[in-house]
């Protein structure tokens, strides 16, 4: 027992650290997740600001604030909270003999760099789409993922709006991937990570972009705005799934993009029952709806 609960305080403490010291500067850059993210936000707020796609939208957007709060506690906070729980699992996984490598369907630890990269890179944009479209499908999981589609006016830093109760549930799916793999993420997985931040700030900025032919494969602006649309096509529990690619989407038959003028209603029917604040929030979904 006493082996769980070094491995709950060590996670803990030790993910502390490792923000207390990025905040310093006291990491290499490329892992500097939390300096990454301030650069990679300000870049695409700069761009929000210089090149707006509704006009009317003003800098400082609608729940401005309390998104940018959401940033830094979905990837920051929470990710200290929860680090010593995942910790305690390794063990308890080794204890029943899973390890990293028991779903290894394909071993690309001898692959070139760039090729584990890509690899690496499209097999996790798989199981978040895939995660993605659970949240929608599934009532229990919606009410979580309500929160994410609040959001009334697009910007950057509502790719980072979301229930704290989705990482539980995209991280074990995650982790699943990465053990298909074999067990381990790319020496240069930092590019893959950095990547996806930039992307997704970039889907849901205030900046008109589709990327031309691309638009098929890489997740865009114009293809997620619809996918936070207030009215979605009849018979759908949502449309335009994708994370960093929107391939998914075209191959699964769930892609929609009706038109590009970026002026539509975002949300969801009852969206205004939803509490407006984040403490509301933290607990919101708990509760069984009212019908």
């Given at each position: 027992m006493t082996?769980y609960?070094?491995?709950l305080?060590?996670?803990?403490l030790g993910?502390v650290?490792?923000?207390?010291?990025?905040?310093l500067f006291e990491?290499?850059?490329?892992?500097?997740y939390?300096?990454g993210?301030i650069?990679?936000?300000?870049?695409?707020w700069?761009?929000?600001?210089?090149?707006?796609?509704?006009?009317e939208q003003?800098i400082?957007r609608?729940?401005f604030?309390l998104?940018?709060?959401?940033m830094?506690?979905?990837?920051?906070?929470?990710?200290?909270?929860?680090?010593?729980v995942?910790?305690l699992l390794?063990?308890?996984?080794?204890?029943?003999?899973?390890?990293?490598?028991?779903l290894t369907?394909?071993?690309?630890?001898?692959?070139p760099?760039?090729?584990?990269?890509?690899v690496?890179?499209?097999?996790?944009?798989f199981?978040?789409?895939?995660?993605?479209?659970?949240?929608?499908?599934?009532p229990?999981?919606w009410?979580?993922?309500k929160?994410?589609?609040?959001?009334k006016?697009m910007?950057?830093a509502a790719?980072?709006?979301f229930?704290w109760?989705?990482?539980?549930l995209?991280?074990?799916l995650?982790?699943?991937g990465?053990m298909v793999?074999?067990?381990?993420?790319?020496e240069?997985?930092?590019?893959?990570?950095?990547a996806?931040?930039?992307?997704?700030?970039f889907?849901?900025?205030n900046i008109k972009?589709?990327?031309?032919p691309?638009k098929y494969?890489?997740?865009?602006?114009?293809?997620h705005?619809?996918?936070h649309?207030y009215?979605i096509?009849?018979?759908?529990?949502?449309v335009n799934?994708?994370?960093s690619l929107?391939?998914?989407?075209?191959?699964f038959?769930t892609n929609y993009?009706?038109?590009s003028g970026g002026?539509?209603?975002?949300?969801?029917p009852?969206?205004?029952?939803?509490?407006k604040g984040?403490?509301?929030?933290?607990v919101y979904?708990f509760?069984?709806p009212?019908k």
């Amino acid at each position: 027992m006493t082996e769980y609960f070094d491995a709950l305080a060590n996670g803990f403490l030790g993910t502390v650290r490792w923000t207390w010291k990025s905040i310093l500067f006291e990491v290499p850059w490329y892992s500097n997740y939390f300096w990454g993210l301030i650069i990679i936000s300000l870049i695409v707020w700069g761009l929000e600001i210089l090149f707006p796609w509704r006009k009317e939208q003003s800098i400082f957007r609608k729940d401005f604030w309390l998104d940018a709060f959401y940033m830094f506690f979905n990837f920051f906070i929470f990710a200290i909270v929860i680090s010593g729980v995942y910790k305690l699992l390794g063990v308890l996984f080794k204890d029943l003999g899973i390890t990293a490598t028991t779903l290894t369907i394909m071993d690309i630890a001898h692959w070139p760099q760039w090729v584990q990269l890509l690899v690496f890179f499209v097999v996790l944009d798989f199981v978040q789409w895939f995660t993605h479209v659970l949240l929608h499908k599934y009532p229990v999981l919606w009410q979580f993922h309500k929160v994410h589609h609040s959001v009334k006016e697009m910007g950057f830093a509502a790719h980072l709006r979301f229930h704290w109760m989705e990482n539980i549930l995209y991280k074990p799916l995650k982790t699943i991937g990465v053990m298909v793999l074999g067990g381990f993420e790319p020496e240069q997985a930092y590019i893959v990570h950095f990547a996806a931040i930039a992307i997704g700030h970039f889907n849901h900025s205030n900046i008109k972009l589709t990327y031309g032919p691309l638009k098929y494969i890489l997740n865009n602006p114009v293809m997620h705005l619809y996918h936070h649309a207030y009215t979605i096509p009849e018979d759908s529990y949502g449309v335009n799934f994708g994370i960093s690619l929107s391939i998914w989407d075209y191959i699964f038959k769930t892609n929609y993009i009706p038109e590009s003028g970026g002026k539509i209603k975002l949300g969801f029917p009852g969206d205004e029952k939803l509490p407006k604040g984040f403490w509301g929030q933290l607990v919101y979904g708990f509760k069984r709806p009212k019908k």
